[in-house]
């Protein structure tokens, strides 16, 4: 049984910083991939940012050069450093994890509030 749990999110001010946190139990061997998507209301589900096994690292282009991705492989725990903050940032942040063998199988976090004042 694999559960993510998140924390770290909260209110800011525009141009303020905020670092998610999202640790992992269970099957975490398994996963091939961990990292954090968003949903701002009336909005699709969006990739935020992606690290895999190797360190490599994804990012959606409205966030390069502001957030950033790592994670501890011994705390089974990835983060999110989000500097520069906007108001378009704001969205409920979720982690993901995926496997893909047998088949690609996605996890997911509750959600944790971001909310970016102008």
């Known amino acids: 049984q694999v559960q993510l749990v998140e924390s770290g999110g909260g209110l800011v001010q525009a141009g303020g910083s905020l670092r998610l946190s999202c640790a992992a139990s269970?099957?975490?061997?398994?996963?091939?991939?961990m990292g954090w998507y968003r949903q701002a209301p009336g909005k699709q589900r969006e990739l935020v940012a992606l690290?895999?096994?190797?360190?490599?690292?994804n990012y959606a282009d409205s966030v390069k050069g502001r957030f950033t991705i790592s994670r501890d492989n011994a705390k089974d725990t990835v983060y999110l450093q989000m500097n520069s903050l906007k108001p378009e940032d704001t969205a409920v942040y979720y982690c993901?994890?995926?496997?893909?063998?047998?088949?690609?199988?996605?996890?997911w976090g509750q959600g944790t509030q971001v909310t970016v004042s102008s």
């Open positions: 993901n994890a995926y496997r893909t063998y047998p088949a690609r199988y996605d996890y």
């Open positions: 269970g099957s975490t061997f398994s996963f091939n991939a």
């Open positions: 690290i895999g096994g190797g360190g490599n690292t």
